[in-house]
């Protein structure tokens, strides 16, 4: 069976951060926690040469950080709910829902598969407001899980 790509501890529902760069880094210790990522630091490089070619923010309170990376093992998916939220460049304002997309450097299409399931369900208003009324990390990776994973 391959690796899920989101369970309960990829997902912190109160997370408390500054700006952009320590939001990512803490969903980026998740994931090495996890086993997911090999080197923090390197991974964090990678999320932000992606960030620097382009804002990740999308309308509605939604921050989408994401990179291939070679210290990425496994396609994943890390959440983090900021209720003050942080600049993602979205025209918005800030965002208060984040989505961390790791994918392997081999894993081409993995990625940019996440990346459409992702945005397609993050139009939908209903989907937003669910994860953020989601109490705990496990609702929130049964929601995401639900409608973002390809069955």
Do not use: C, W
Not at 20 to 38: E, H, K, N, P, W
Not at 94 to 117: K, V, W
Not at 122 to 143: C, Q
Request: glycine share 8%; no cysteine; aromatic share 4%.
């Amino acid at each position: 069976m391959s690796t899920p790509l989101i369970t309960p501890d990829l997902v912190a529902v109160d997370l408390v951060a500054t700006d952009r760069d320590d939001a990512t880094r803490q969903l980026i210790d998740l994931l090495l926690a996890a086993g997911r990522v090999t080197d923090a630091d390197g991974f964090h490089a990678d999320v932000r040469a992606r960030e620097a070619q382009m804002a990740t923010g999308m309308p509605g309170g939604i921050g989408l950080p994401h990179a291939r990376s070679g210290y990425v093992t496994a396609p994943s998916l890390a959440v983090g709910k900021v209720a003050a939220g942080v600049d993602f460049g979205a025209p918005d304002g800030p965002a208060t829902l984040i989505f961390l997309i790791a994918a392997p450097a081999e894993g081409d299409s993995d990625h940019l598969q996440i990346l459409a399931a992702l945005a397609r369900r993050l139009v939908h208003e209903s989907f937003r407001t669910s994860l953020k009324e989601a109490g705990d990390a496990a609702t929130v990776a049964d929601i995401v899980t639900r409608e973002v994973v390809p069955s």
